[in-house]
């Protein structure tokens, strides 16, 4: 909960909403949580735990539902963390379970990345998957991804939209794809760089509020 945007950042989003710009959100976590977190007005849609909420700009939250096999593997992922000791480093979600290490020690790094291997393995196939993120683990249903949300979000924009998706983890990786097949933009934001499908890498904050400055003046 300690994840705010960097200075300026709130500032900025509000210019590029009120100028007629969209913007949508694209998390891992809880829509609600995103939208405590961002705390500006008007708050622009939300799509958490990787496409499978949607806060709409009114308020509106709607979930897609997960099927009896999905809610199954979770609670008994979810159960089988608690019984190794790690219910404090758990977040549950809809249609997802995370395993945090950020913060641990490199004996504790190691016994975490174990047991959640093991234990999200065992649960995965056809129906939920598994993959690190930066910090830690995490199992997903399969069935919607950050990808999945920007299709959903592109095809009600209108023709001929200017676009562009800006991500820092591996699961933003779905995203930089789909953007992509739409000749969207598709940007790493890290202060280093990795391997990624991304077109460009920009470092925060200043590259980044540079960006968005001159995305704001589209409008």
């Known amino acids: ?15 590029i909403i009120r100028a007629g710009g969209r913007v ?11 939208a405590q977190l961002l705390a500006i007005d008007p708050l622009p849609e939300i799509w958490g735990c990787h496409g499978w909420e949607r806060l709409r700009t009114n308020g509106t939250l709607e979930r897609l539902p997960l ?7 979770l609670v008994r992922a979810t159960e089988r963390l608690t019984r190794k000791g790690w219910q404090a480093r758990l977040e549950t979600k809809h249609g997802s379970l995370a395993l945090h ?3 641990a020690s490199e004996q504790e790094h190691y016994r975490l990345h174990s047991d959640g291997v093991e234990v999200m393995r065992a649960v995965s196939g056809v129906d939920l998957t598994f993959r690190e993120f930066d910090g830690g683990l995490e199992l997903r ?16 924009a209108p023709t001929g939209s200017v676009c562009a998706y800006l991500g820092d983890d591996q699961t ?13 933009l598709a940007l790493l934001i890290r202060t280093e760089v990795r391997p ?7 470092t925060p904050p200043d590259e980044l509020l540079e960006f968005l400055q001159r995305w704001k003046s589209l409008f």
Do not use: N
Not at 67 to 73: M, V
Not at 141 to 156: E, N
Not at 172 to 184: H, L, M, N, P, R
């Open 1 to 15: 909960m300690a994840a705010v945007p960097y200075q300026g950042i709130r500032e900025i989003l509000t210019q």
């Open 24 to 34: 949508s959100l694209v998390s891992g976590r809880l829509a609600s949580e995103v």
């Open 67 to 73: 099927s009896p096999i999905q809610e199954e593997g």
């Open 101 to 103: 290490w950020r913060g």
């Open 141 to 156: 249903a399969v069935g919607r991804d950050k990808g999945s949300a920007v299709r959903s979000i592109l095809a009600d």
């Open 172 to 184: 933003d990786e779905d995203a930089f794809t789909e953007v992509k097949k739409d000749s969207g």
């Open 196 to 202: 990624s499908q991304a077109d460009g890498w920009i």
